[in-house]
């Protein structure tokens, strides 16, 4: 991978990495990577298998860096930087630089473009498996590194969030509420919480519960929403969601 990774670096030179979104990105690529290759493993892949992976990580995000430079902002936007990376990578056939086997390339494409979609296009086995684990990946590390704290002067919960955990869905940037350009901390809260429902392997869901990823996000909730019957119901459905799917492991 010492090749991609020179190729990559070589690519977001291009952009003012001393821009703190910039380069939170490009941090956060090198952590999904690597999320990614650790999901393979524990999937018992081939080596092969492991570093398409590990590329797909790679490469998932490369439509963040042109997509700053135009709207210089990632909430409420209008470009869809997954289908703008394959466009990128597919630009004077950047992805060659990648990863040379056609086949391959093909995967990689069809991964980096549906791993921020709510439904998945139609593709093959193999391409549905790589395109799940850099879903998980990347909701890993977005969990993990986002939506730690609650700057609102009077948060507010927003029901239609609360609805779509119910029903156990992914919520919709449609129903977020936006302030000063960006999603609200509260609402970007319950939509990382609501990303349980969309993780696909046993792997991502025990890394979230070890590390307390799910219980930090609850307990901040609580503190801004103390003895909140809302709040309670949304603890419930998702801490109970994560033990049903890990009682099998």
């Known amino acids: 991978m010492k090749e991609q990774i020179k190729q990559f670096n070589q690519y977001v030179k291009q952009f003012d990495l001393k821009d703190k979104a910039?380069?939170?990105?490009?941090?956060?690529t090198f952590r999904v990577m690597e999320y990614s290759t650790a999901i393979a493993q524990s999937l018992y892949l081939n080596e092969e298998d492991v570093k398409i992976a590990r590329l797909v990580g790679l490469l998932h995000d490369i439509g963040r860096f042109e997509q700053w430079k135009i709207e210089t902002s990632y909430d409420n936007n209008t470009i869809d930087h997954a289908e703008l990376g394959v466009t990128i990578l597919k630009k004077d056939n950047l992805?060659?630089?990648?990863?040379?086997?056609?086949?391959?390339?093909?995967l990689v494409l069809k991964a980096v473009c549906n791993h921020n979609k709510?439904?998945?296009e139609p593709m093959s086995e193999r391409e549905r498996l790589f395109t799940k684990i850099i879903r998980d990946a990347d909701k890993l590390?977005?969990?993990?590194?986002?939506?730690?704290?609650?700057?609102?002067?009077?948060?507010?919960?927003?029901?239609?969030?609360?609805q779509s955990i119910r029903h156990h869905e992914l919520c919709k940037d449609i129903d977020?509420?936006?302030q000063n350009g960006y999603f609200t901390?509260?609402?970007?809260?319950?939509?990382?919480?609501?990303?349980?429902?969309?993780?696909?392997?046993?792997y991502t869901l025990k890394?979230?519960?070890?590390?307390q990823v799910i219980q930090n996000k609850?307990?901040?909730?609580?503190?801004?929403?103390?003895?909140?019957?809302?709040?309670?119901?949304?603890?419930?459905?998702?801490?109970?969601?994560?033990?049903?799917?890990?009682?099998?492991?």
Do not use: T, W
């Open 185 to 202: 901390d509260e609402d970007s809260i319950l939509r990382s919480l609501a990303f349980v429902f969309d993780i696909y392997f046993d």
């Open 118 to 120: 709510l439904e998945l």
């Open 207 to 211: 890394y979230l519960k070890e590390k």
């Open 218 to 249: 609850i307990n901040l909730l609580e503190i801004y929403f103390p003895d909140n019957p809302k709040v309670q119901e949304v603890k419930h459905i998702i801490i109970e969601y994560i033990e049903e799917r890990l009682k099998s492991c």
């Open 141 to 162: 590390d977005i969990m993990i590194e986002q939506n730690n704290q609650i700057h609102s002067g009077k948060p507010i919960l927003n029901d239609q969030l609360i």
């Open 95 to 106: 992805i060659s630089k990648f990863v040379s086997d056609i086949e391959v390339q093909e």
């Open 176 to 178: 977020m509420h936006v």
């Open 22 to 28: 910039l380069m939170d990105k490009f941090h956060h």
